[in-house]
Nanobody, 124 residues
């Protein structure tokens, strides 16, 4: 089965940048669409970004559009989330997820495998 491991989280000041990585154990993972979701304390898990298996299609939540970039390197079996101009409201545990269909989705219920999450904290 697919195993996903996130890394790259940490503490950053508002306006700064972080780049998250998600390594996928199933190789190659080129057939999977990928997504990033986040969950803050006391909040529901929310969609952040998604990318198709080919990498040609992407989608973003309105709250991060223009600031975050999702990408993938199928040769390295890794998906990335470049986060720029970070705001305190971006603070959350960030999860990567894989979808077997290969198509982008904004719904967490449509993803099949999940990582354990990585903490991102943005200070004001």
């Amino acid at each position: 089965q697919v195993q996903l491991v996130e890394s790259g989280g940490g503490l950053v000041q508002a306006g700064g940048s972080l780049k998250l990585s998600c390594a996928v154990s199933r190789r190659p993972f080129s057939g999977y669409a990928m997504g990033w979701f986040r969950q803050a304390p006391g909040k529901e898990r929310e969609f952040v970004a998604t990318i198709s298996a080919s990498g040609l299609s992407t989608g973003y939540a309105d709250s991060v559009k223009g600031r975050f970039i999702i990408s993938r390197d199928n040769g390295k079996n890794t998906v990335y989330l470049q986060m720029n101009s970070l705001k305190p409201e971006d603070s959350a545990v960030y999860y990567c997820a894989a979808r077997r269909s290969g198509f982008t989705s904004i719904s967490s219920s449509e993803f099949d495998s999940w990582g354990q999450g990585t903490q991102v904290t943005v200070s004001s």
